[in-house]
């Protein structure tokens, strides 16, 4: 069920509340009412209200433990007036507890013929389409989906808030998405959303899991596969974005999501020039796709197109402007061509929208030495490298300012650690060999440039490296004159 048709239906059953009708026309004639109200004193009618009584489903699909939500139940008096209820604007304020889940489904349930209770603990009943409901199930309906809205509504300011100081954290955004009952969490919008939040927290694999069970939930949503398609691109995982780019097109060629999968299925096999055409499909298809935009200028910059690069980061962001990816793309490129205040400040505006991303801050940091600020670089360093352990990006950066500052043993302690998390990265043996060149080790400078070139890098680095082993005994202050 859409948020929009919950929050429809939950202003519905406040009206009934509030008028004690559930429907906005005049009702059955008086008599008709007595004789129903007549009936029911006499015989009360079995009640079923769908309810959160498991206390052992799982959150995800034949998944683990989940603990259930309860509604409180309120039992309303014969003769007794909604408003006399202590509301605060229709809805309770006590929190929610398994033990009086009991209570609801009780009052809930069917009563056997000839059950005689106190008149003044008799639960009214009301007619709708054609079965008795209780009108306190009917008000625990409406608790119930203003405390799904609630839930809903706590990771939405997440997404929607444009204040840094008020963004909720996205590991906070998963917990509100755990608190959901199971068969809220196992939808299609909700686990899409769970996808994402793994996506801002770089833990690919478990996005990868979420969406896959999204895509089993709504096999025919289309709401987020770019952003999967992205995973599947940085997982490496060709058959699989492959397959998914192909199930796009079939199920509607018409959706950017759809060309969006298929670009980054061309770019993961190099191919950027047929990547931007998919891209550019994309927002023919919907001009007003901001992640299209940025995907264009991903490949633009790719290409080395930067002034193309930069009109599509700024055409997304005029669409949507805290779409940060689009501001670490802007950042991205004045770092590239050296222009280090544009591209500090772009940086910070992507910091500034998602605070918690290791790979930013990573960026920043690099900014913040081109700007000469190593004090604060190396603080970003250290606060990336706490964000993200695995992400070997911060310590290569900061290896490199501790360089800089010709702190040389610290720069190796840091290189040696990094070797456990990329052991096949050239330019970690690489900067290992310039740091031993530095300081006249030239047997341990050899053998670590050689070992950079065993692993493959790519053209650039390997005609850097090779430069570095033509210099290698070449003294630093005529070098630096060369």
């Avoid at 025919?220 to 397959?243: A, N, R």
């Avoid at 990816?325 to 992507?350: D, I, P, T």
């Avoid at 400078?445 to 430069?467: Q, R």
């Amino acid at each position: 069920m859409s948020i929009s048709l919950l929050f429809t239906t939950s202003l519905a059953l406040i009206y009934f509340q509030i008028s004690g009708r559930l429907f906005f026309d005049s009702g059955p004639r008086r008599s008709t009412r007595l004789a129903a109200e007549a009936g029911a004193n006499q015989n009360t009618s079995a009640t079923l209200v769908a309810g959160y009584g498991s206390n052992n489903s799982s959150k995800y699909l034949g998944g683990s433990k989940l603990s259930s939500m309860a509604i409180r139940s309120v039992t309303v008096r014969k003769g007794q007036s909604w408003a006399n209820e202590n509301y605060d604007e229709g809805i309770r304020n006590e929190a929610f507890d398994d033990s009086r889940a009991n209570n609801t489904s009780s009052n809930c349930s069917s009563l056997p013929p000839g059950d005689s209770r106190p008149l003044e603990t008799e639960v009214a009943t009301m007619p709708v389409g054609g079965v008795t409901i209780s009108a306190s199930c009917i008000l625990n309906g409406a608790l119930e989906i203003l405390g799904l809205l609630r839930t809903l509504g706590k990771v939405i300011d997440f997404f929607a808030c444009t204040d840094a100081s008020l963004l909720l954290g996205v590991q906070d955004a998963l917990d509100v998405y755990m608190k959901l009952p199971h068969k809220h969490y196992n939808t299609g919008w909700v686990l899409c959303q769970v996808g994402k939040a793994y996506v801002e927290l770089v833990d690919y694999l478990e996005a990868d899991r979420a969406f896959s069970l999204a895509r089993r939930a709504s096999p025919y949503s289309l709401e987020g596969l770019d952003v999967y398609s992205t995973v599947l691109y940085h997982l490496k995982e060709e058959m699989k974005l492959s397959y998914l780019a192909q199930e796009l097109i079939s199920t509607d060629r018409l959706a950017p999501q759809s060309w969006c999968a298929m670009g980054n299925c061309y770019s993961l096999q190099k191919d950027h020039e047929t990547a931007l055409k998919n891209f550019q499909r994309a927002v023919q298809l919907d001009s007003r796709f901001a992640y299209a935009h940025t995907l264009c200028g991903h490949e633009y910059v790719a290409l080395e197109d930067f002034e193309n690069g930069i009109k599509s980061y700024q055409s997304a962001l005029r669409i949507d402007a805290r779409h940060y990816k689009s501001w670490h793309g802007l950042g991205m490129v004045y770092l590239r061509q050296e222009k280090n205040e544009f591209s500090e400040h772009h940086f910070q505006m992507a910091f500034q929208i998602n605070p918690h991303s290791s790979v930013i801050m990573s960026y920043l940091g690099t900014a913040l030495h081109a700007l000469k600020r190593n004090e604060e670089a190396l603080e970003m360093m250290e606060r990336a490298i706490l964000a993200d352990k695995k992400n070997p990006l911060p310590r290569y950066q900061k290896a490199n300012i501790l360089v800089s500052l010709e702190s040389f043993d610290e720069a190796l302690d840091v290189l040696e650690e990094l070797k456990e998390y990329a052991p096949r990265e050239s330019s970690v043996y690489a900067l290992m060999g310039k740091i031993y060149k530095r300081r006249n080790m030239y047997e341990k400078a050899m053998l670590h440039f050689g070992l950079a070139l065993d692993l493959k890098p790519s053209a650039t680095d390997v005609a850097t490296i090779k430069a570095d082993i033509e210099k290698l005994h070449v003294p630093d202050e005529l070098e630096d004159s060369l």
